[in-house]
């Protein structure tokens, strides 16, 4: 949710292969888009429960020293250090137990990781705490039918990634400070979010006119 920051532009919108420095975009989602999305696979899917992706926005944690550095996450410190103590606990249990505690030990680890691995995205070093990101965790397994949802960008090397096939709402496109020809880029750029706003539900969430500007930054070389 930083929007429009010097550090911001240098690390994220910058073509490092080409050498050009903060001169890319950044690109902010209506909020309601996320809302959207929930109501529309309640309503699609609420006869496959095993089916829905968890819509929901999270922010990340961030850590240090293995301490949640987050000044609005006190509660999930809590948990935080709960979960890690009962980890302890069970593997100071597992370690007492006779020989068959290795096969014990790997079950019990399958397990954990079943749990633990949709959430590991939401943890950070607190390098990153000027991010103040948030995430939307989308999982798949390895079935057949999950592994034909996942699709490839097309570089080399390729990224995964999983669309979930819902109407965003880009509500401001910002240029970064050093994007070249943004008189031309901006008209164009309006008239494409034009046309993709024309599928707001407006009744429900009031007029919004999508915008297009320049960073206001006064970048210096």
């Known amino acids: 949710d930083i929007i429009d920051q010097l550090n911001m532009w240098s690390i994220y919108s910058s073509d490092r292969n080409g ?12 909020p309601e888009t996320f809302e ?6 309640i ?35 809590h948990y935080f250090e709960l979960l890690k103590m009962l980890v302890q606990e069970l593997n100071d249990t597992l370690v007492r137990l006779p020989n068959r505690s290795g ?3 790997d079950c019990v680890v399958a397990i954990l990781q079943e749990i633990l691995t949709p959430i590991i995205f939401l943890f950070k070093d607190a390098s990153y705490r000027a991010e103040h990101e948030l995430r939307l965790i989308v999982t798949r397994s390895r079935t057949r039918e999950d592994m034909e949802r996942i699709s490839k960008t097309p570089q080399t090397p390729p990224k995964l990634y999983v669309n979930p096939y819902h109407q965003i709402f880009v509500e401001q496109i910002i240029l970064g400070p050093k994007v070249k020809q943004p008189d031309v880029w901006i008209p164009h750029l309006q008239f494409e979010l034009t046309k993709m706003w024309e599928h707001w539900p407006e009744i429900q969430y009031g007029k919004r006119v999508p915008s297009v500007r320049k960073s206001s930054i006064n970048y210096r070389d």
């Open 36 to 41: 959207m999305m929930l109501q529309s696979q």
């Open 103 to 105: 096969q014990l030990l």
């Open 43 to 77: 309503i699609e899917e609420q006869d496959d429960q095993d089916d829905q992706d968890d819509l929901q926005l999270y922010k990340v944690a961030y850590l240090r020293n293995n301490q949640i550095v987050n000044k609005d996450q006190q509660e999930l410190s």
């Open 19 to 30: 050498g050009s420095d903060s001169n890319g975009c950044c690109i902010c989602i209506a």
